[in-house]
């Protein structure tokens, strides 16, 4: 009997070895595992949203001990942004950072953003994005299979044309303007007797160039380092629109990834979000300075300026039934109580 017990002890010991033996193998094949993420954007590589990206990209190797790998591809390389977010959703690509405009067809109230003239700077801008407003918008994007992690930003756009300078509403009669593929920006030019064209971003400087549009919409950044100058003689400083970016990552590879390195990626977002608005800020103020030698640039006075948005009122009553009033209504109170503090 007594060897019977011995050997039933031995048996189990072995057993337990093994098992932990195997179990710690197993952690630390699953500790070692690597991760690619492939991130793709419309901008070309001197924007600050590449800059950001680049420096996002050294955070992640360098924190996860390169054990994430991020490999970059701008200029529209692995397609637009509505394809991108698509590739996103197929589990093709991990991660783009999008203009909220064409996230709007996929997310309704993304369309808040679209409302001409809703921020009236960047300051308040940052204090809705990085609200509890702003984080439920990307939390909402869960139900289309990406998780939203911060915002960018692209900047205020600003009109430009090869027709004539633009000073009043009036002066956009009849010009073809290209606009993102979003119903609200299609909406505010038309309302001002424009001919609007919802187009890619990778197809615009050919249209441009080729004159299937007079015009297009874009910050100061964007229209230098695209070389629309070649293309387009005048600019007005409309800032009819803030546009955010949204850094975002395919949900089920975020799920995949360990909660440490998804803490590094986060992280990285994070400090590379401060460090975006910055150098977009920074880079937007140069480049007017730069377009001043190569175009016709307009400085509308503030008065000129609330033309444009009483020409575009309208589209608020046209479009808040459909955004929610209660989350139009949420945006502005928080536009005036960024205001009233500063
Ligand atoms: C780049 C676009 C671009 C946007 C546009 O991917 O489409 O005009 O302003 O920045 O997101």
Redesign the pocket.
Known sequence: MKRVIVCLVLVALVATTAFAGGQGEEGAAAAEETFTITAG???NDK?A?YQSFEYFKELVEENSDGRITVDLYHS?QLG??RE?MEALQLGTQEM????T??IAPFVDGYKVFDLPFIFPNEGAADYVLDSEIGQDLLDDLSDIGIKGLVYWE?GF?QLTNDVRPVRTPADVEGLKV????NPIHLAAWQTMGANPTP????E?FSALQQDVVDG????WG?IYLQNFPEVQQYTTNTGHVY?P?VLMIAQEYWDNLPANLQDVVMDAAEKSRDHNRDLNRKLNAEYLEELKDVMEVTILSNEEKMAFQEATSDVYEQYSEEIGADLVNAVRAKVDEYMAQN
Not at 96 to 99: D, E, G, K, Q
Not at 178 to 181: A, F, N, V
Not at 216 to 219: A, D, I, V
């Open positions: 954007i419309g901008l924007s949203q529209s637009d942004d991108m783009t950072c999008p203009s405009a064409p692209n756009r290209r606009t993102m593929e187009m890619a971003f990778g615009l297009q919409e874009n910050p964007t546009s970016f």
